[in-house]
């Protein structure tokens, strides 16, 4: 109780610091006078009026009992409440017939102190039978409903913030969207709209005709005689988009009761190096080439995926692995490594044993028909499905991760998540039977496993369970753009939710003796890929050959991405704009704030991109040094905007912008790592004689720092590295060259500042 009381005080603080107190007439949002609509006043919106209601099903009939139609049987009352984000009014008022035992209850909660409200829903069944409960359509704002109603639908952006298709203005956006979305003016006006939790039931935002409605999937769940069932509740919130993201992702984090007690993680995964022919004579190679060279490498993850299977289902070691599992594991650990495994439980091969025992226990359609997943090279005999659901699932679903713990891994990937939708007890949703999945599988690994969730894109069913989860699809190297879509997009989730896993990074454009081919796009959408997945600030992997000789040349490639940035970054146009083309951060650090920002050319042709500095958190009218990545060098100094030279498509330029506000030696670059100094540099020490940098041991063994300092420095000393020079390139820039760092060590530099 002391934790989640900690943790609802540290977001009211939130609030209080960082959002827009609105200072709004109370009145700004309410039920009707005659207690049939909610409505709602806002700037740039003419009219938003909507209607809310329960749809069950009744001998085989749909009904609905809502707002519309039916009678107020109690007149909406006023009385307060808290939340996860302080205190709200919270107003309630229950509808239905006279002669009806089906009745619904609207409870309408107004923040206090945010430009926000929230809605659910309640549905009684006081008859003496059961019914299906279909949906709730809680905010009804359709053409059909109620009213939803701009100036010009054309300059409101509609983004979906749970799935990876485009952004498109709201006269053309047309279409169910999955969970939550954010509808924009161009002018900053508009608001998100999204499920908050407790977690009950997935939602849906459905644009059309420049009008929408927020619904709640109830999945047909069971709701028997005397009996009623909640809603999940929504939050329409119109602080400014980054607040408002911010609002609604950490409200779910804590009603789902969001687990951040581990840190992000880096290491190696087999496979994309080599797919299902992976083997254990490849996987002790590539061990014993990291467990060599831990300068490079660290001591991170070793992953085995999908091949080492006897058969789905099946999880322990085939023929190519003779030792067995728990002989890789033990070897990995003696390598200082953390050994990983991917599953994917509720795949079932055909002919496995345990489904013929137990065919009520496999996904079946309306027909009664096994679901299966037809055959393909990875999975030549095909796949049933497992229904998470059923008494005998649990206990063997169980046993795949306790038997994975006891075997000595302490990371798992958890793939093909699918669970159907027929499930055992009728009363539960889809999201309920997820996350009662997840619940299983976190209770069999133990608290000190890390999970990775291998979704493709988010969902509340993991968030309490997981440690990390996938945002994107496979990053071949041949679909990054693909990639960035999601990726980009989702970083609101990171270190929120969970730690977001963006897949792996490549250590070069192409490689002979990588299985998979290059990147088509060119050296340009390789760097903006790689940098992309040092920067999400979640787990940093690579699936190389890095045992083979050419990939050892462009092992740096791998030590300037290790670990995943300190400062997870954003994207900036979130909201703004459908083009996902500014990604960064600003970082506050004691000895000098700065910010670093990857711009990229997600479209067609060459142009160039403009950085807003006030938008990005850099100061206004304060020059500022900006250093160039990948070149290694300040490419120039500006004030309040930058702009970049004309970018072909998928290229970026990897910036960091140094305010130069201050008359002592200031770090202005790094090539270390590819945050540029955000996380291979933990502290500066400035006097007037000696500048003193503590490195951590994150980033490349040899590499260089740049300073802007109008007195010149020199080398004065350094502890577990090497400081070769300091050469200064002019214009009161001095590059300090280093190398041997030693990973595992406190690492630092001193420079003497020569008057």
Known sequence: MMRKNMLKLSLIGFIMAGCNLCGAAEGWVRFSDNGTRVVIEANGIESFEGLSSAVYELDGNNHRVGTKG??????????????????????????GKDDSPFKYTLKLKRLKNLRAFTLQGVFHNHSDGDVKLRSFDLLDASKSGGTFAVANAA??????????????????????????????????????????????????????????????????????????????????????????????????????????NKGAVYGWCS??????????????????????????????IIQIDDGYQKMDGNWSANEKFPEGMAAIAKRIRAAGCIPGIWFAPLMMNPEHPWGKQHPDAIQKNAQGIASFMNANSFHPE????????????????????????ARGYGYIKIDFNGIGSRFVDPAKTRLQVFRELYALYRDAAGDEMYILSCLGQPTRGVIGFIDAARVGPDSHPAHFNKCLKSVLRFQIYDNVWWHNDPDVAYLAQRLGSRTLGPTPQGEGMWRTWHSTVALVGGTAMISEPVNKPDCKEVWRNYE??????????????????????????????????????????SIEGTRALTLDFKVAGLPT???????????????????????????????????????????????VGSDLHL?????????????????????????????????????????????????????SPGDNLWQVNITGRKWGKAQSISLTIIK
């Not at 496979?271 to 991170?300: C, M, N």
């Not at 940035?565 to 600003?586: M, V, W, Y």
């Open 382 to 405: 095909g796949a049933n499905w497992i229904n998470p659901d059923h008494p005998e699932s649990k206990k063997f679903l169980y046993n795949i991760i306790s038997d994975a713990r």
């Open 70 to 95: 039916f009678k107020v049987l109690s007149a909406p009352f006023e009385t307060l409440c808290s939340t996860v984000f302080g205190d709200a009014v919270l107003t309630t008022a229950v509808y």
């Open 155 to 260: 300059d409101w952006l509609v983004t979906p913030l749970m799935e990876d298709s485009d952004a498109l203005p709201l006269s053309e956006m047309n279409k169910s969207l999955n969970e939550v979305a954010m509808i924009r003016h161009k002018s900053g006006n508009g608001f998100l709209v999204g499920p908050v939790g407790p977690a009950e039931a997935y939602t849906t935002v459905e644009v059309r005709d420049s009008a929408l409605k927020a619904w709640v999937q109830m999945d047909n769940v069971l709701v028997r005689a005397g009996e009623s069932r909640r809603s999940e509740e929504i939050i329409v919130c119109f602080e400014p988009s980054s607040t408002a993201a911010d609002i609604w992702t950490r409200w779910v984090a804590a009603t789902h009761g969001v687990r951040r």
């Open 621 to 667: 009218g304060v020059k500022c040094a900006v250093f160039d990545f990948w070149s290694n060098r300040v490419i120039g100094y500006t004030a309040d905007s930058y702009t970049t030279v004309a970018l072909e498509q998928y290229s970026s330029a990897l910036l960091r912008f140094t305010p130069l506000n201050s008359d002592r030696p200031t770090l």
């Open 560 to 601: 300037i991405m290790r670990p995943s940035s300190r400062e997870p970054a954003r994207l900036l146009t979130l909201g703004q704009s459908g083009d996902n083309s500014i990604f960064g951060f600003a970082a506050q650090r004691p000895y000098g704030d700065f910010a670093v920002y990857n711009l990229y050319n």
């Open 675 to 727: 945050s540029i100094g955000a996380t291979e540099v933990d502290n500066l020490r400035i006097s007037p004689s000696v500048v003193v940098a503590d490195l951590s041991d994150a980033g490349a063994q040899a590499g260089s720092l740049t300073f802007y300092s109008e007195n010149p420095l020199g080398i004065a000393g350094s502890e577990n590295c090497n400081v070769t020079s300091v050469v």
């Open 271 to 300: 496979w994309y190096d080599r797919t299902t022919k992976i083997d254990a004579a490849h996987v002790l190679s590539v061990t014993q080439t990291i467990e060599a060279h831990p300068d490079t490498f660290g001591r991170g």
